[in-house]
């Protein structure tokens, strides 16, 4: 802010020898320039926008003890530098006094220049309260230790300053546009029917709410309080900003807003996705009916066999998409959003129920149509060979056939019966393939 950096100084010397003239002048135009470079530099600490902020406010917390503090160093700041002004004009007077200096003049000048010369009254040296003993009436510093003490008391006064002045730009106005979203997203969530005592997400933003508002309140009062100074610097104003709460609030308030653009989304395709729904658990229901039809038909037409039951229709899903198409009528996209989600995971895990009912049902139905299968593809490849009139495959044909189109359908003795066959038709064919040398073979046996 136009804030010179840490006030000119430099380390103390022995008095020395008596100074001569060049020398003294040598001296005077140092301290000249050291005197304006200190006089620019408290101007503009005086100047700063922190310090006028910091003197206007209404400060709480650790602002409050810093800036009582820091005040009373920069009016500790002022009187030394009226000391040391005096001080130097009184050298510059007797300086000009003759244009060549006597030999007590350099005398007197080298002492005021090096020297203790410079005393400061109670009243500027004590402005903050003694910790360490009685207090003093006055003091005395040389010229470089009193443009020390300043360099001290400038770097800790411009170190309050600049890291009220930086939390102050930084914070509020960050805060500021996270509480404009956090409104534009209030008015979305409403207009959804996310609201507070009715959705998490609502609750989610009054407490985003509240919390914001009193972040700025603190901030504005208590910048200091959000000040993390920089590791191993002891450069005034050597900082950062302490963001955390206000990073937790935006973090917070983007997930809501995530939440709310999937309520939205459900708006959106809410009629297309419970379409859907209806025709996947009317396709679980026929898949059901279907199971059960078989069933019976199995239980009939199949002996032996353990069927398993079928459950009936999925009733409560069906109650529960009703529940969701009213949400819809409703417009609670707020409720329906995660009845949805859930009807989409159960409806579909019910259609394969569903399928694996039906599958476990006509599986002895599926066993009896391969064996007829079967056995009509033998007794198709023995009529090829022209093998078809032999009595012992006719008999054996014909029991096959009894046990798997008769009702109740014995499966293990029609298997049995169908593996005869397959086996006497081997018989057949094996000879035929061999050759005329082959003589007749007795397979009465096998019957």
């Given at each position: 802010?136009?804030?010179?950096?840490p006030l000119?100084g430099?380390?103390?010397?022995?008095?020395?020898?008596?100074?001569?003239?060049?020398?003294?002048?040598?001296?005077?135009a140092r301290?000249?320039?050291?005197?304006?470079?200190?006089?620019?530099s408290?101007?503009?600490?005086?100047?700063?926008a922190?310090?006028r902020?910091?003197?206007g406010?209404?400060?709480?917390?650790?602002t409050?003890?810093?800036?009582?503090?820091?005040?009373?160093?920069?009016?500790?700041l002022?009187?030394?530098?009226?000391?040391y002004?005096?001080?130097?004009?009184?050298?510059?007077?007797?300086?000009?006094?003759?244009?060549?200096?006597?030999?007590?003049?350099?005398?007197e000048?080298?002492?005021?220049?090096?020297?203790?010369?410079?005393?400061?009254?109670?009243?500027?040296?004590?402005?903050?309260?003694?910790?360490?003993?009685?207090a003093?009436?006055?003091?005395?510093?040389?010229?470089?230790?009193?443009?020390?003490?300043?360099?001290?008391?400038?770097?800790?006064?411009l170190?309050?300053?600049?890291?009220?002045?930086?939390?102050?730009?930084?914070l509020?106005?960050?805060?500021d546009?996270?509480?404009?979203e956090?409104?534009?997203?209030?008015?979305?969530?409403?207009?959804?029917?996310?609201?507070?005592?009715?959705h998490?997400?609502?609750?989610?933003?009054e407490?985003?709410?509240?919390?914001l508002?009193?972040?700025?309140?603190?901030?504005?009062?208590?910048?200091?309080?959000?000040?993390?100074?920089?590791?191993?610097?002891?450069?005034?104003?050597?900082?950062?900003p302490?963001?955390?709460?206000?990073?937790?609030?935006?973090?917070a308030?983007e997930?809501?807003r995530?939440?709310?653009?999937?309520?939205?989304?459900?708006?959106?395709?809410?009629?297309?996705?419970?379409?859907?729904?209806r025709?996947?658990?009317s396709?679980?229901d026929?898949t059901?009916?279907?199971?059960?039809?078989?069933?019976?038909?199995?239980?009939?037409?199949?002996?032996?066999?353990?069927?398993?039951?079928?459950?009936?229709?999925?009733?409560?899903?069906?109650e529960?998409?009703a529940?969701?198409?009213?949400h819809?009528?409703?417009?609670?996209?707020?409720r329906?959003?995660?009845?949805?989600?859930?009807?989409e995971?159960?409806?579909?895990?019910?259609?394969?129920?569903?399928?694996?009912?039906?599958?476990?049902?006509?599986?002895?139905?599926?066993?009896?149509?391969?064996?007829?299968g079967?056995l009509?593809?033998?007794?198709?490849?023995v009529?090829?060979?022209?093998?078809?009139?032999?009595?012992?495959?006719?008999?054996?044909?014909?029991?096959a056939?009894?046990?798997?189109?008769?009702a109740?359908?014995?499966?293990?003795?029609a298997?049995?019966?169908?593996l005869?066959?397959?086996?006497?038709?081997?018989?057949?064919l094996v000879p035929?393939a061999?050759?005329?040398?082959?003589?007749?073979?007795?397979?009465r046996?096998?019957?």
């Open positions: 802010m136009g804030v010179a950096g000119p430099s380390a103390g010397r022995p008095h020395g020898p008596v100074m001569d003239r060049d020398e003294v002048d040598r001296a005077l301290l000249d320039a050291e005197h304006e470079a200190v006089e620019t408290l101007l503009a600490l005086q100047d700063h922190g310090r902020l910091l003197e406010a209404e400060l709480t917390g650790v409050k003890d810093r800036w009582a503090t820091t005040d009373q160093q920069i009016t500790l002022w009187g030394y530098f009226d000391a002004t005096a001080a130097l004009t009184d050298i510059r007077e007797l300086r000009a006094r003759r244009r060549w200096s006597s030999r007590e003049d350099l005398a000048l080298t002492e005021r220049l090096r020297g203790r010369s410079v005393t400061v009254a109670s009243a500027a040296a004590h402005a903050a309260p003694q910790i360490t003993g009685p003093k009436l006055s003091e005395e510093f040389s010229l470089e230790e009193l443009v020390a003490r300043m360099n001290e008391l400038y770097a800790s006064s170190d309050v300053v600049v890291a009220a002045d930086v939390v102050w730009s930084a509020p106005a960050r805060i546009l996270l509480s404009a956090l409104q534009r997203t209030r008015s979305l969530a409403h207009s959804v029917g996310v609201r507070p005592g009715e998490p997400s609502g609750d989610e933003l407490s985003i709410t509240h919390d508002s009193a972040l700025r309140a603190q901030v504005v009062s208590d910048p200091l309080a959000f000040w993390q100074p920089a590791a191993g610097s002891s450069a005034p104003g050597g900082g950062h302490d963001t955390e709460r206000y990073d937790r609030a935006a973090r308030l997930d809501v995530r939440e709310i653009e999937a309520v939205l989304q459900v708006r959106q395709d809410s009629e297309e996705r419970l379409l859907r729904l025709d996947v658990l396709r679980a026929r059901l009916t279907e199971a059960r039809a078989a069933r019976g038909e199995v239980l009939a037409k199949i002996a032996a066999s353990e069927v398993p039951a079928v459950s009936g229709p999925p009733t409560a899903l069906q529960r998409l529940t969701a198409a009213e819809r009528r409703h417009a609670r996209w707020h329906l959003s995660p009845l949805l989600e859930s009807l995971r159960e409806a579909e895990d019910e259609l394969l129920r569903a399928r694996e009912s039906l599958t476990a049902v006509t599986a002895p139905l599926a066993v009896r149509a391969e064996l007829r079967r009509d593809a033998y007794k198709a490849k009529a090829r060979h022209g093998m078809g009139e032999d009595p012992l495959l006719i008999e054996r044909y014909d029991a056939r009894r046990m798997l189109w008769s109740p359908c014995d499966l293990r003795a298997e049995q019966a169908v005869r066959y397959q086996h006497a038709a081997a018989e057949v035929r061999a050759g005329p040398e082959s003589g007749p073979t007795d397979r046996g096998d019957s």
